[in-house]
């Protein structure tokens, strides 16, 4: 009896010393932390063993796009929270998923379609903080953009990321967090509803 | 079945076909059973197109469903569980383990973090004459029992690494290729690649194994660090040894 509650009592640390973090969420105030239960699953989706390709760590080479991991993503939202709109956290799913999983604090959703169309194009990259000078593309104020989606085997945010290189986005300011949605649910982080 | 049906009565036909040829007239029999062999090859491909639209594979990489891989001498394939309806182990959909590691905690040592493709080149790697790669599973044996371990991985638990300077210098010098010098010092100069992975991206045991190897000396360039460990291969499906 004494044990099970000193085991209910240990709290699930982000990081050493690190519990929860306060953050904004479209303006909203979220505490991101891990699920404090400690008999907690992650939801049935991402169980599934089977979905979609192996994406390799680093997909994007001899581009140097960085691959993240949760503690990074973290820092950016830490980030974005206390007023740094030089970085987007961006969720490449379409609505369907967010809808069942959740997003990640503070992101915002775009999909790899809305920069095929001059005019879907325009206004991501408006928000991207990308202009259009004498006719071209002016990145000299691109925002650092996180990309994420499903998890490992999840291609949506990959092909994001290559289309953005294609339009010359600087590859310095991409960064893959290849964990996506299934490592952020398997460590029990907070999400959000779109 | 109804295509195994088909496929029996072509060759039965084909077999009738060539008897009834033979009685008839002196054509020679090579030709005929060529006809039976080219009927034959056509039912094959005919099945193989149609079992082919009903299984949907589960894929490593576009294109690629297996690797196999020679592991002490064997054969060995590496593959996704090709059940779509398969589930992780019940061991990894707890979600309160452990403390997030960082993509690169060994900063600024040149440990390199590598993820699951890169991994099975590593194992791919274990059949090369050469022999300078080992894929090392550095929890406590208990997790090895419970949910098994990666293809052609040696264990070397961390803890009694940690504790054991005994163990420690003799896992080194059988396994990892160093070389300890009759005044006791230790010469990588031959030290091989490893390739360490415990649990996963919440898991300490690969960490403080590598932060120990570090410490001998071990050359960081030599290290390669598997974060996503073992719950993200089975998030995977990937084949796991029991």
Redesign the interface.
Known sequence: MLLSFASMAKEVLIQKGVKSIDVLHKGVPVSLERNQDRTHNIMKFYQGTWRGKIQPLYPFKPHPVETVSELEVIDYIDQISHGDDSVLIVDSRPQSATMITGMIPSAVRVESKQLLAAESRKSVFELFGVTKVDNKWDFSKAKTLVLYCNGFWCGKSPRTIRRLLVLDYPAERLKYYRGGMQAWRSVGLTTVKE | MKLLFVMFSLLSFSVLADYMVEGVDNKPQVSTSDKAKQTLEKAATILAKKTKKKKKH?????GVISKTVIIEGVPFTIN?????????A?L?????RG?????HPFKPHAVE??????MISYIAKLSDKKKDVVVVDARKPIWLILAGSLPGSINVPFHTFKKDKNFARETMEDEFGVIVKSNGKLDFSQAKTLAVYCN???CKMSPELIWELLDYGYPAEKIKYY??GM??W????LTVVE
């Open positions: 589960v894929w490593l990489e576009p996704r569980d090709q059940d779509r309806k398969h589930l992780i019940k990894y959909q707890k979600t309160g403390i997030i590691k960082p993509m973090t590598i993820a699951e493709l890169e996963g991206n919440w974060r996503g719950q993200a089975q998030l995977l499906g």
